[in-house]
T-cell receptor, first 110, second 114 residues
Framework: GQQVMQIPQYQHVQEGEDFTTYCNSS?????IQWYKQRPGGHPVFLIQ?????EVKKQKRLTFQFGEAKKNSSLHITATQTTDVGTYFC??????????FGTGTSLTVIP | ETGVTQTPRHLVMGMTNKKSLKCEQH?????MYWYKQSAKKPLELMFV???????ENNSVPSRFSPECPNSSHLFLHLHTLQPEDSALYLC?????????????FGDGTRLSIL
């Protein structure tokens, strides 16, 4: 089946440092979604990107969709302990469903 | 409060037991999903219901049996499970069955098979 490549798998950062996770596809995507799952919690929808080269910001989070619509990134500026969790990208398949990436687990060291 | 409620939160069962997981959404959505989340693996889509009709069954073993009596409720009936079925089972809903709709997840049921 379709595989969603997400890197890195794990990231440990000192509080205040920046963090970036990347999501790559071998095919052109119609859109991409990002979710966050806190430890012991459930995935929570963060954002959807649709347009080529689109950049969206949510406070310290910046989401980008590549010009070719084959990759996306999530960047967190000046991480805080509340940013701890696993960040997933989700790519649509040829049907009406999403394939979720393996996620990037972020640990923030106070 | 997520708008999607799952019960029970935790379930321990033997391989010969029969149990059911319940999901209820209060968001007025028309599509509901069951996912399996195992350690170090991506979320695996198991079943999709749109307007109470099953639209996808992603090669899930028959020991998992879904039921959607109305657009607000979704069940997952379990019988004769295997140890490898131990995982977090997440229910989700979306406004419509479409790949541009956000999915809203419940807190999940943590299932352990003895």
């Amino acid at each position: 089946g379709q595989q969603v490549m997400q890197i890195p798998q794990y990231q440990h950062v000192q509080e205040g440092e920046d963090f970036t996770t990347y999501c790559n596809s071998s095919t052109t995507l119609s859109n991409i979604q990002w979710y966050k799952q806190r430890p012991g919690g459930h995935p929570v929808f963060l954002i959807q990107l649709v347009k080529s080269g689109e950049v969206k910001k949510q406070k310290r989070l910046t989401f980008q969709f590549g010009e070719a619509k084959k990759n996306s990134s999530l960047h967190i500026t000046a991480t805080q302990t509340t940013d701890v969790g696993t960040y997933f990208c989700a790519q649509p398949n040829t049907g009406n469903q999403f394939y979720f990436g393996t996620g990037t687990s972020l640990t923030v060291i106070p | 409060e997520t708008g999607v409620t799952q019960t029970p939160r935790h379930l321990v069962m033997g391989m010969t037991n029969k149990k059911s997981l319940k999901c209820e959404q209060h968001l007025g959505h028309n599509a509901m999903y069951w996912y399996k989340q195992s350690a170090k693996k991506p979320l695996e889509l198991m079943f999709v219901y749109s307007l109470e009709e099953r639209v996808e069954n992603n090669s899930v073993p028959s020991r998992f049996s879904p039921e959607c009596p109305n657009s607000s409720h979704l069940f997952l009936h379990l019988h004769t499970l295997q140890p490898e079925d131990s995982a977090l089972y997440l229910c989700a809903s979306s406004l419509g069955y479409s790949n541009n709709q956000p999915q809203h997840f419940g807190d999940g049921t943590r299932l352990s098979i003895l």
